[in-house]
């Protein structure tokens, strides 16, 4: 039997990214041309031509990795793709808390994806509503008829329902609602094909016109959800104890759960993580945030995705559950290199594995937000990165960078004209 990995590396910070790179390569068994993806942006000039119109180049950003992810009891090491400071840190550190209670446990959902087709003009919405309803049956296998691939996988349609809109705008309307099982594909394409093809008998069955065929990126059939606990005993610091650090964390995370200002900034900490996630593995990470959102407002009052509270003993449990539409083949990850290297070092087997592994991601992340919060501020962290970009735009070599940046950071003036004064005088001390 194969040794168990450890995601844990240690100081991989340390390193150079080359030594970096050759590290997760071994760890995730990638050949030489799949680690070279990870190297020279995984897209060649051809490839983004294939992608989409009017291509003039294309645009870089980094890909880091997080350590220490514990998931359902199996190691991740998590690529992420992010132009953010802090963000991969944050997620390591969090994910190194949680690992001490035992780590992430996540489920999620089958890949069921809604479609909707707008029908209008309707002499009698009630008797059309019922009469699709009555059709449901020849309605599915006739949306399976676009899907033979997905169907032989055990997918395809599984449910119709209608919605009455009586007084709109537009008039009365009624939406039918097709729910498809798109299995490892995000489905975008399988569920749109599939309504286009069951409009036309929509129209014929309900006596009306359809307008809109398209899928919904509310998909909140398709759910994942992650939960983990950190010991009071982990949460300390220098200065705080840590049972005073969780209940600080618990605070934030409440004035999140009734405040909509609150909750937009905390729900876009927990995207940071998810959406670097999806970036580095090829998914709409778009759909994903419309998605995300529009759940989080369900009720009428947008508020958090996650929760956090404390036991008696002062452990802190935090919970999210979120729609997420993910895949494992198609879209970008048929030519984008980048995307497949990321995808073999993850070793997710299903989509539905990769949702859980993104639920994790985004709970981590929210975490090391809120710790910084209720801790050191959460300017502390950025301000030292962005104190290392500072000096670099100011033409900072190798050789004084860390000077450059250690003495801004202590003077506490992070600015870039005294980034480039620190640089001339260490020019002149040369």
Known sequence: MEPRKSSAISKLYERSPAERREAVAAWAGLEPIEASALDDCGLSANDAELMIENVIGRFALPMGVATNFLINGRDYLIPLVIEEPSVVAACSYAAKLIRAGGGIVASS???????????????????????????????????????TNIVARGGGATGLETRVFADTPAGAMLVAHLHFDTRDAMGANAINTALEHIAPALEEISGGRANLRILSNLSDRRMARARGTIPVDALGTAELCGHGVGEAIVEASVLAEIDPYRAATHNKGIMNGIDALMMATGNDWRAVEAGAHAYAARHGSYTSLSSWRQDEQGNLTGHIELPLALGIVGGATRVHRGAK??????????????????????LAQNLGALRALATEGIQRGHM???ARQIALAAGAEPDILQDVVQTMIREGRIRPERAKALVRESERRL
């Open 109 to 147: 959902d089958e890949s069921i994806m809604t479609g909707q087709v707008q029908l209008l003009d309707i002499p009698n919405i009630e008797t059309a509503a019922a009469s699709i309803t009555s059709h449901q049956e020849t309605l599915l296998r006739r949306a399976n008829e676009t899907a």
């Open 384 to 386: 030292r990165m962005h």
């Open 341 to 362: 290297a990321a995808l073999k070092i993850l070793a997710v087997e299903s989509a539905r594995e990769l949702a859980q592994v993104a639920a994790a991601v985004g």
